[in-house]
T-cell receptor, first 113, second 116 residues
Framework: KQEVTQIPAALSVPEGENLVLNCSFT??????LQWFRQDPGKGLTSLLL?????REQTSGRLNASLDKSSGRSTLYIAASQPGDSATYLC????????????FGQGTRLTINP | DGGITQSPKYLFRKEGQNVTLSCEQN?????MYWYRQDPGQGLRLIYY???????QKGDIAEGYSVSREKKESFPLTVTSAQKNPTAFYLC???????????????FGPGTRLTVL
């Protein structure tokens, strides 16, 4: 059974810092991995999707990497801003078994001005 | 603008009542999903539909029902059999449900259901 873990559960950093959020998964047989952002009381916003054949994807100040063999993905945020404060979730789509996304529990990020 | 709409934003239910949550998308996506989010438990899949007139149970389908009569609509009914329905409910869609394509999943703004 696929399990997705995000550590730490919460992270607080000063504005301007570069930071890395971590995501690990137990089964490397995945189609893709998706990173989301969730603001309090809101739905999820898709940030990046990495297909299993890709190593990384970039969007603006965000860069996501994928290492299937080690079951890890990282989301790099450059020059963090207070507006980046949110919960960040990763999810993987399994190659085998039920056709669904399996989510981690998220990292709650706070950027302090 | 293309997207997913959910209504209502807030919903209050009395014990023993059935309530229906609306989800509509104009993205022309084949696949639609319903998730439940509880504090400390992450997102859990309730039901999903890969095509009109077909749907499958997810991990926590007991006490819920769905229909998929139109491509753009996937309403969720929370029945009185659901013992602990207070939660945040999220609807999502993707181009298809297979995972084999560049298959990004998009979410609506959510409905917060509270049992009185």
């Amino acid at each position: 059974k696929q399990e997705v873990t995000q550590i730490p559960a919460a992270l607080s950093v000063p504005e301007g810092e570069n930071l890395v959020l971590n995501c690990s998964f137990t089964d490397s047989a995945i189609y893709n991995l998706q990173w989301f952002r969730q603001d309090p009381g809101k739905g999820l916003t898709s940030l990046l999707l990495i297909q299993s054949s890709q190593r990384e994807q970039t969007s603006g100040r965000l860069n996501a990497s994928l290492d299937k063999s080690s079951g890890r993905s990282t989301l790099y945020i450059a020059a963090s801003q207070p507006g980046d404060s949110a919960t960040y979730l990763c999810a993987v789509w399994n190659f085998q078994g039920a056709q669904k996304l399996v989510f981690g529990q998220g990292t709650r990020l706070t950027i302090n001005p | 603008d293309g997207g997913i709409t959910q209504s209502p934003k807030y919903l209050f239910r009395k014990e023993g009542q059935n309530v229906t949550l609306s989800c509509e998308q104009n993205l022309n996506h084949d696949a639609m999903y319903w998730y439940r989010q509880d504090p400390g438990q992450g997102l859990r899949l309730i039901y999903y539909s890969q095509i009109v007139n077909d749907f499958q149970k997810g991990d926590i389908a007991e006490g819920y029902s769905v229909s998929r009569e139109k491509k753009e609509s996937f309403p969720l009914t929370v029945t009185s059999a659901q013992k602990n329905p207070t939660a945040f409910y999220l609807c999502a869609s993707s181009i298809d449900g297979s995972g084999t394509l560049y298959n990004e999943q998009f979410f609506g703004p959510g409905t917060r259901l509270t049992v009185l």
